[in-house]
């Protein structure tokens, strides 16, 4: 049965290198769908606490997964000395706060994406985590799915030769979501580019092996969020208060002469959804969902399709696993503050770049 603790609970410390005790920031969707049933898996975590200032939101996590803290105050669980690690899950404008205060407590923080709402609070959190000598990963769940994995495998052994082109599609058709911040840009920091348009851009540039970037030219438009006679198939989103993009597309150069296109929506006239990324290199080519490679051997056009890669894997449960892996055998992140900090220098270009309508150099 969970209860209301006070700081006063402080204990001594618990931690053995064998059981990791885990405090939860943010008793939302990702929390109860991701994070909370990830670490319940591992033998080796406890979740001792949950914080969030809604008490409903907190309880009912708290009850549903046998919890046995709940703060309303996350500050108060960061003095807990049997928490070592930190899932930051609230909305995007508390990421940066919360992992700081998180860090500077003195626990590893795996925190959802976008790191941050713009690189200056991301590079704050970089800067903690290095300062606190703590780990810093950031919710870039899909870089655990095998066709990605599989994607980066064959670029670093070079299949794909010079790669000079990507273009990365986060679309959906009429996907605006009704619930939550999402429509918020003081609260989300954006629209469907910040929000889904990270995770491909990451995955791509993961793929890519995170070229540096040097410009940027971006656009973006709100044609249907304001509207209130569009159809809402992730719930009805209050139209009056939409104050984010529906549409992003960019032009991204990196050094070297590899450039990007990526292209991100909530809403667009579109057939399907496509979450997807295609790479053009001077050896060969690849395309992500469906998972293809192209090449030419022999005076023949060769499609590549992988015959074996597991199909329904749970990358959030593997990105919580690698998590703790980390901090267990005090090894690298998989998905570094760094890394999701690079993307989200990308991310506040192309806004910048859509408000004042022409390029940005990085
Ligand atoms: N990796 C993914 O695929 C994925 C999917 C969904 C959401 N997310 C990310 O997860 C984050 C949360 O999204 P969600 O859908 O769970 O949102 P949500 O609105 O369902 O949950 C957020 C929770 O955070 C709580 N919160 C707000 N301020 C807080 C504070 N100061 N301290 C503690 N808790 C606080 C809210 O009360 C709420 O319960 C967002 O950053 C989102 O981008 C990632």
Known sequence: MARESKAGTKRKAAATTETIGVGIIGAGGIARGAHIPGYKKLSNVRIVAVA?????????????????????????MLQRDDIQAISVTTPNFMHAEATIAALQAGKHVLCEKPLAMNAKEGEA???AARKANRKLMCGFNNRFSPSIQALKRFADKGAFGEMYYARSQALRRRGIPGWGLFINKEKNGGGPLIDIGVHILDATLHVLGFPKPISVSGATYAMFGKRKDVIGLMGQWDYKNFTVEDFAVALVRFEGGLTLVLESSFVAELDSDKFSFH?????GGAQLNPLKMFTEQNKTLLDITPVHLPGNVNTHALEIESFVNSIINDTPVFTPGEEALQVTRIIDAIYESGDKGREVRL
């Open 52 to 76: 969030d200032p809604v008490e409903p939101a907190r309880q009912s996590v708290a009850q549903e997964f046998d919890i046995a803290h709940t703060y309303a105050d996350y500050q108060e």
């Open 279 to 283: 790479i053009f290199g001077d050896k």
């Open 125 to 127: 959190m970089v800067a």
